[in-house]
């Protein structure tokens, strides 16, 4: 079954930092783009990045201005996400999720596998 | 940035009756060198993640029942739902995979009538 399963979210205090984790299974990880989608409580969907299948290309969303990192490790099947000085406006559930088609090096895709998400509070 | 909208924010369609979502881009998402659009079509329901029905702005995706079809080209889109079913309420997004930044709509809400 492709499956993706995220991880590492939890509650934290503005300024700290948390690092989530996508652990894929049931396809070949190594030969897609990944990608990290969030949704802030009663809010719409919001694009966070996106990470070649050989991370040799990156992209951001512009309103995260360097705090975030994504990177990926093909060897392990798993997709991350290190978040920076974390703001409440960062609350909000966390997807991981999956390009439509693989080998996709110069391209966007949809997204046709999503993770359950995983929970990032930012609270004092 | 490509800035998606999305019209009406919320409708209620009787039982087995037509429903059409519309979602326009601020510039056009249509890739003249493979005539594709690049635009795809999400339903969310309550603590799910979005589902993927409709890529390419209109092909299906595998296992999404025909009754949802997407259609337009450019910067103007819909979906339509065909014949509503009760499972089919929830949130419906656009979004576009044009260029980044990823851009998607601010959701429909598809109520039973």
């Known amino acids: 079954e492709v499956q993706l399963v995220e991880s590492g979210g939890g509650l934290v205090r503005p300024g700290g930092s948390l690092r989530l984790s996508c652990a894929a299974s049931g396809f070949t990880f190594s030969t897609y783009t990944m990608n990290w989608v969030r949704q802030a409580p009663g809010k719409g969907l919001e694009w966070v990045s996106s990470i070649s299948s050989n991370s040799n290309h990156i992209y951001y969303a512009d309103s995260l201005k360097g705090r975030f990192t994504i990177s990926r490790d093909n060897a392990k099947n798993s997709l991350y996400l290190q978040m920076n000085s974390l703001r409440a406006e960062d609350t909000g559930v966390y997807y991981c999720?999956?390009?439509?088609?693989?080998?996709?090096?110069?391209?966007?895709?949809?997204?046709?596998?999503w993770g359950q998400g995983t929970t990032v509070t930012v609270s004092s | 940035d490509i800035v998606m909208t999305q019209s009406p924010h919320s409708l209620a369609v009787s039982l087995g009756e037509r429903a059409t979502i519309n979602c326009k881009s601020s510039q056009s998402v249509l890739y003249s060198s493979n005539n594709k659009n690049y635009l795809a079509w999400y339903q969310q329901k309550p603590g799910q993640p979005p589902k993927l029905l409709i890529y390419w702005a209109s092909t299906r995706e595998s296992g999404v029942p025909d009754r949802f079809s997407g259609s337009g080209s450019g910067t103007d889109f819909t979906l339509t739902i065909s014949s509503l079913q009760a499972e089919d309420v929830a949130l419906y997004y656009c979004h576009q995979y044009y260029s980044s930044p990823l851009t998607f709509g601010p959701g429909t809400k598809v109520d039973i009538k």
């Open positions: 999720a999956r390009d439509h088609a693989p080998y996709n090096y110069n391209d966007f895709d949809a997204f046709d596998i």
